[in-house]
């Protein structure tokens, strides 16, 4: 059965930062892309950032330069970190393998 258990999120002032962590199991994961996704409330769901299995990354617009995508294949972990945090940021975070999403983990930014 394949799980995907994000952890790591929590309260951020602005220009902070945080660490999420996505633990994953029941799949092979060093061959599969992974994903992390984000939706704030009363937005729709929103595409923060992909690592293919190669490990070339891909980013939205919105956080290009604050956010980095890693992943560790010897722990079946994926990871993101959020950096130079904006209110904006405010929303459940989901990593995601194709037909796969977690339970998600809440970003709350505020002062």
């Known amino acids: 059965e394949v799980q995907l258990v994000e952890s790591g999120g929590g309260l951020a002032q602005p220009g902070g930062s945080l660490r999420l962590s996505c633990a994953a199991s029941g799949f092979a994961f060093s061959i599969y892309a992974m994903s992390w996704v984000r939706q704030a409330p009363g937005k729709e769901l929103e595409w923060v950032s992909t690592i293919t299995s190669g490990g070339l990354t891909s980013y939205a617009t919105s956080v290009k330069g604050r956010f980095t995508i890693s992943r560790d294949n010897a722990k079946n972990t994926l990871y993101l970190q959020l950096n130079s945090l904006q209110t904006e940021d405010t929303a459940m975070y989901y990593c995601?393998?194709?037909?796969?999403r977690g339970q998600g983990t809440q970003v709350t930014v505020s002062s």
């Open positions: 995601e393998r194709i037909g796969n």
